[in-house]
Nanobody, 128 residues
Framework: QVQLMESGGGSVQAGGSLRLSCVVS????????VGWFRQTPGKEREGVASIYQGGVSTYYAPAVKGRFTISQRNAENTVYLQMNSLKPEDTAMYYC?????????????????????WGEGVLVTVSS
């Protein structure tokens, strides 16, 4: 059974930082595609960042590029999302998801539709 457990969400002021963690069980992150997504009420879930090929390849949505960093620790089967210079518009539920490696060849904008296993999400709130 595949399970993904996010943690690290919370409230922070604009300009601050948070690090999200996604612990994966039943799936090997080193040989998979893992992504971070976010969603706000009334909007579709959007891709934020993805990682595959053992952490060699990463992709970011334009809105977060240069501020967010996705990484993984294979020995702990965990994927991280370091979020710096946070803005109020980053406020959302953040989810991690996993799929076979080839899923990460999908555009970050369409990646949500290619993911197979999802966590329950964590809330990130950025105040101005």
């Amino acid at each position: 059974q595949v399970q993904l457990m996010e943690s690290g969400g919370g409230s922070v002021q604009a300009g601050g930082s948070l690090r999200l963690s996604c612990v994966v069980s039943g799936y090997t992150v080193a040989t998979s595609c893992v992504g971070w997504f976010r969603q706000t009420p009334g909007k579709e879930r959007e891709g934020v960042a993805s990682i595959y090929q053992g952490g060699v390849s990463t992709y970011y949505a334009p809105a977060v590029k240069g501020r967010f960093t996705i990484s993984q620790r294979n020995a702990e089967n965990t994927v991280y999302l370091q979020m710096n210079s946070l803005k109020p518009e980053d406020t959302a539920m953040y989810y991690c998801a996993a799929a076979p490696s080839r899923a990460c060849m999908t555009s970050i904008h369409a990646l949500a539709g290619a993911m197979q296993h999802w966590g329950e999400g964590v809330l990130v709130t950025v105040s101005s």
